[in-house]
Every structure is written in structure tokens, then in C-alpha cells.
């Protein structure tokens, strides 16, 4: 009877926790001019959007852009509006084809370079979501994090928008028709299947998680993201700060395991399960044909 009573115990509280609980960050930042918004643009859009929905995002930035698309006081102005400065590394490497000792000196970089904005904080972003093919590699870019005092900035709804975001240019550059209210259906639609994928996920081995969603710097996340709110507040989802959400004690560990790329619950599911989970939506293909299933381009 002690045993079942304890068994019970533990379950509550894995499975008990903050629910319905969303953090917004974006990689990435500073891109270039695109075919609705200039750099420029597209960081005052973002800005206006938090604002009018008072939510404050983090942004995980690469400095080797600073110099391009006036992206330094970009990034100071995400920064003077409120939002986290993150280190998404210096040039936007891949583990898998850098070196463990120049990924770690890429880190660094973006870290003195960082250091400027008021709202700096602490944490990385890997790049790609990539962390290694091994475990020696993963560790050392683990330990390094560790020894700099950096967090893992994860994410728990990994998603394609930069791709959504690509076939909408592509059209453009082409001089195609585009609807712009279809394109953000399209991608409020797909980001909503994601996060319920990756919530089902989290609620069957993890318990109710704070979830971090994976965003791109780009113009259809910036032409969108109001609609994006509104949608995930009719379902009675509450977007919180970047803090809050990272400071799930859920999720604080890091997972024994290889299988990164798709995010943190997805990682953890995988060390409790030995499953490999993946939302549909990751998939180029799929995007491809839902995006002309959708009419969203058509040829003038």
C-alpha cells in the first residue's frame, strides 16, 4: 500500500505544472531586407506586435550580421524594447561540419559581442538544433556552456516557418500572386498542429511543460505573429516571457540522448521511450504540397 501511495506521489508530480503556457523566441536575428519587410521594417513590425500584445521574446542573434542590414541597431532596438539579447553563435555554424574547438571560439565571439545590449542574458541556442553526432562533442560544447555560466536555450515546438517563410518569397521574387492572409493561415495552422503534437508528447512522459516555441527573425513570422496570438488565446493558451518558460523544472536537464534536433521534450521522450518524435509538418514536402493545396501563389 506505502508503494502504490508512493507511486501515486511521484505521478502527480510529474504530470502536475503550469498548462497552456507558451514563450516566444526567435533565431536568427538579424536577417536581411525580404520581399514584404526590409531588415529594417521587419524589426519595427516585430516590436509593434509584442507591444500591442504585451509579450516580451527573446532573440537569438548571430553578431556576424551586425554589420549588414543595419542590423546592429536592430538588435539594439529589440533590446531598448524590452526583449533578451541570446547567443545563437557568431557565423550560425553547424556542429556537424565545425570543428568542437572553433564551434566553442564561434560561441565566444558572440558572447563578447553580445555583451553590449542591456537585456543580455545567458543563454544558447544551437544552431540548426544541431548539438553533434557524439557524445564526446556533445559534452564539450555541454561543458563549455557550463564553465561560461550559459543555459541551454531550447526549444520544445521545433517547426518549418522559415521554410512557409521561403516559399512565400519565392513566389514573390517570381512575381507571383500571393495571399498573405492564406500564407499566415497556413502558418498559424501549422505552428497550432505543432504545438499540440509536441504538448501530447510533453503530457505523456513528461507532464504539463512550459513550452518554448522555435521562431525565425522573417517576414512571415513578423507579418503574422498578432494573428498567431490571437489564435493561441481562443484556445486558452497564455504566452509567457522567455524566463518563466526556461525555468520549467521539468525540462531542466540535459537528455542523455543524441536524438536533439527536434527539441527538448522530444529529446527527453526519446531517453523514456526510445521513440523518435517528429511533427508532420517538418517536412519540406509536406510544406510544399499544403502550400499549393492551399492556393496561396498563383501565377499572374
Known sequence: MKKLTLLLMMSLV???GPANEIAFTFDDAPRGDGHIYTGKERTQK???????????????????????????????????AGHL?????????????????????????????????????KWFRYPFLHEGDSIEVRDGVRNFLAKAGYKNGYVTVDNYDYFIDDLVQQALEKNEKVNLDKAC????????????????????????????LLMHENDIEALCLSKLVRHLRAKDWKVVSPTL????????DEPDTLYLNQGRVAAIAHVRSGKKYVSKWESTAALTTEFERRRIATKN
Do not use: C
Open 245 to 252: 518558460a526556461f525555468s520549467d523544472p521539468l525540462l531542466k
Open 14 to 16: 510529474t504530470t502536475t
Open 185 to 212: 493561415d497556413m502558418l498559424v495552422d501549422l505552428l497550432w498542429d505543432g504545438l499540440q503534437f509536441y504538448d501530447s508528447v510533453a503530457n505523456k512522459y513528461i507532464g504539463n511543460v512550459r513550452h518554448v
Open 46 to 80: 516585430i516590436i509593434d506586435e509584442l507591444a500591442k500584445e504585451n509579450i516580451q521574446a527573446a532573440f537569438f542573434v548571430n553578431p556576424e550580421r551586425f554589420n549588414r542590414y543595419g542590423g546592429l541597431a536592430r538588435i539594439k532596438a529589440y533590446a531598448n
Open 85 to 121: 539579447i541570446a547567443n545563437h553563435t557568431h557565423s550560425h555554424p553547424s556542429i556537424k561540419k565545425t570543428s568542437l574547438k572553433a564551434y566553442i571560439e564561434d560561441i565566444d565571439r558572440a558572447d563578447k559581442l553580445i555583451q553590449q545590449f542591456s537585456t543580455y542574458t
